[in-house]
């Protein structure tokens, strides 16, 4: 085994052991979204069920060329077309853990996600995530979210993303050389993604045809997205608290949340002084490019008006 197989093989036993940090093995659990390459495998001995966009046979189609190994892709159980989870799987207060990795930036009602994980959670349940690090991946150029767009996309039911949100992802979305996510020591020059006419694009998609399009809506720091649970439940608008968290390790951060968390063990000050320290460096750029994007959009829409 070289060097490099043996470091990967580490970084994803390492991975795994956090996701799996609160994981009874025994109980029975629910993955959503594994599509290829899936935490807790049912071939491992893992009691799961499996929520995913597509079925099994439609996974391998969507993934054939793709260089992964499609053997990974479970049997699944739930396909998932909007439905509540409850309604979904006929089990409601079932299951003892979820885990969802790089789900919950995608979902359009953040705090509908959470109402629905525990709508089929039992109490003493816990929820597993892996969530992207903005600041190591595509996303580093887009703003933090803040409580007021998850709280607002909550209050009007969202099932789709705003155009707003689709103009920032396809404006500002970047590659680091060759990657769209990273470690602390990649170098590499920035580089946009999309061009505003696919933004533009994106916006009339979701005005015209209020079509689902699968993007970030939701952009974190570990401390960012610690704050956030702990509001959200103190605004009783989820029942979760922080169970663990464990840093950024890559482009990714973990946290378990569950009805019997203790919370954070830092104060609500000390988050928002913890966010200002983690973005302090990486994030200097920001004054000059989201400006810079602005402009490139409303460019592009005085050129498709003629004007």
Not at 29 to 42: D, M, Q, R, T
Not at 69 to 84: A, K
Not at 194 to 207: D, F, K, V, Y
Not at 216 to 233: E, G
């Amino acid at each position: 085994m070289s060097i490099r197989t043996f470091l990967n093989t580490a970084a994803k036993q390492s991975r795994t052991a956090k996701v799996l940090r609160h994981i009874d093995r025994a109980g029975n659990g629910l993955e959503i979204g594994p599509s290829h390459n899936p935490v807790a495998p049912k071939k491992s001995g893992y009691r799961v069920h499996i929520i995913d966009h597509l079925s099994r046979e439609d996974l391998i189609r969507k993934y054939t060329d793709h260089g992964v190994v499609l053997d990974n892709i479970e049997e699944v159980d739930f396909v998932w077309s909007g439905e509540p989870f409850a309604e979904l799987t006929k089990r409601p207060k079932f299951y003892d853990w979820i885990i969802a990795s790089h789900v919950i930036e995608h979902t359009p009602d953040l705090i509908g996600f959470l109402a629905e994980c525990d709508s089929i959670l039992k109490d003493s349940g816990v929820v597993s995530l892996a969530v992207p690090d903005a600041r190591f991946a595509f996303d580093c150029f887009r703003p933090l979210t803040g409580i007021a767009p998850v709280l607002d996309a909550h209050e009007r039911r969202a099932v789709i993303h705003s155009a707003g949100t689709a103009a920032d992802y396809f404006l500002n979305v970047v590659k680091k050389g060759n990657l769209i996510a990273w470690n602390n020591s990649a170098s590499g020059d920035y580089h946009f993604v999309h061009t505003p006419e696919e933004a533009l694009e994106a916006m009339r998609q979701i005005r015209d045809e209020q079509k689902y399009l699968d993007v970030h809506a939701w952009c974190f720091t570990p401390s960012s997205f610690r704050l956030l649970m702990h509001d959200l439940h103190l605004l009783g608008l989820s029942p979760f608290r922080e169970v663990s968290f464990s840093p950024t390790v890559g482009c990714e951060f973990f946290v378990t949340l569950g009805r019997n968390g203790r919370g954070p063990d830092r104060s609500r000050m000390e988050l928002h002084e913890d966010i200002k320290k983690e973005l302090a460096a990486p994030l200097s750029w920001r004054s000059r490019i989201v400006p810079h994007a602005v402009r490139l959009l409303l460019d592009a829409w005085t050129t498709r008006r003629g004007g």
